[in-house]
C-alpha cells in the first residue's frame, strides 16, 4: 500500500490551497483517512481527520478554515484550506488507517509529505 499526496506549494497570506492524497496497492478497505503536518523544529501534528462514515475532526488552528472529504470510490482524502497564515507553513502528511488485501488488521500508512509555504 502506497500514499502519494499532492497539491502543496507557495501560497500567498490569505490565499487558498487543496491538497490531494491517493491510496494504492492491494486494498481490502480503509477506516479513517486524515492530514497531519510538521513545521520546522515542531511535532507532526492533526490538521483534519475523517471517518469511514464522513464524520470530520479538525484541530483547532484550523476550524471554519479547512475542509477535509473523501472519495472511497477513488482511495482519495481532500484537504482545501482559505484564509492561509504563514503559520500554516509546513510539510503536510496524509494518512490512511488501512486494511490490507491479505490482511485482517488495519494499519496506518503515511504518504510522502508535501511542502505548503505560506508567505508573501
Known amino acids: 500500500v502506497q500514499l502519494q499526496a499532492s497539491g502543496g506549494g507557495l501560497v500567498q497570506p490569505g490565499g487558498r490551497l487543496r491538497l490531494s492524497c491517493a491510496a494504492s496497492g492491494s486494498i481490502f478497505s480503509i477506516n479513517a483517512m486524515g492530514w497531519y503536518r510538521q513545521a520546522p523544529g515542531n511535532q507532526r501534528e492533526l490538521v483534519a481527520t475523517?471517518?469511514?462514515?464522513?464524520?470530520?475532526n479538525y484541530a483547532d488552528s484550523v476550524k471554519g478554515r479547512a475542509t477535509i472529504s473523501r472519495d472511497n470510490a477513488k482511495k482519495r482524502v481532500y484537504l482545501e484550506m482559505n484564509g492561509l497564515k504563514p503559520e500554516d507553513t509546513a510539510v503536510y502528511f496524509c494518512n490512511m488507517v488501512v486494511r490490507g488485501a491479505f490482511s485482517t488488521d488495519y494499519r496506518d500508512y503515511w504518504g510522502q509529505g508535501t511542502q505548503v509555504t505560506v508567505s508573501s
Open positions: 475523517i471517518t469511514s462514515g464522513g464524520g470530520a
